[in-house]
Nanobody, 119 residues
């Protein structure tokens, strides 16, 4: 059974930094793209950053230069980190870790972790 467990959220002041971590287990995750999405209050869910199994990354324009995604693959597990700096109040949202292999029809989501940026 695939599980994605996020950690690292919390309250941070504007301009501060935070590292979110996602522990994914239950699959080899070969061929899976891993990503972080977020949903702010009253807004649609949006992609923050993604990383393919080959290590190619993609970032939302709103976070470019402030966010870095990385993944560490192991047998049947993968850890995906999201390093965020220069945080702004508009970064406040629930952040979700996802794993997908669309060719095989797999799309998994974690429970989410709250990030609040406020002074």
């Amino acid at each position: 059974q695939v599980q994605l467990v996020e950690s690292g959220g919390g309250l941070v002041q504007p301009g501060g930094s935070l590292r979110l971590s996602c522990a994914a287990s239950g699959s080899t995750f070969d061929g899976f793209s891993m990503a972080w999405y977020r949903q702010a209050p009253g807004k649609q869910t949006e992609l923050v950053a993604s990383i393919t199994s080959a290590g190619s990354t993609n970032y939302a324009d709103s976070v470019k230069g402030r966010v870095a995604i990385s993944r560490d693959n192991a047998k049947n597990t993968v850890t995906v980190d999201l390093h965020m700096s220069g945080l702004k109040p508009e970064d406040t949202a629930i952040y979700y870790c996802t794993a997908d292999n669309l060719a095989l029809g797999y799309d998994y989501w974690g429970q989410g972790t709250q990030v609040t940026v406020a002074s």
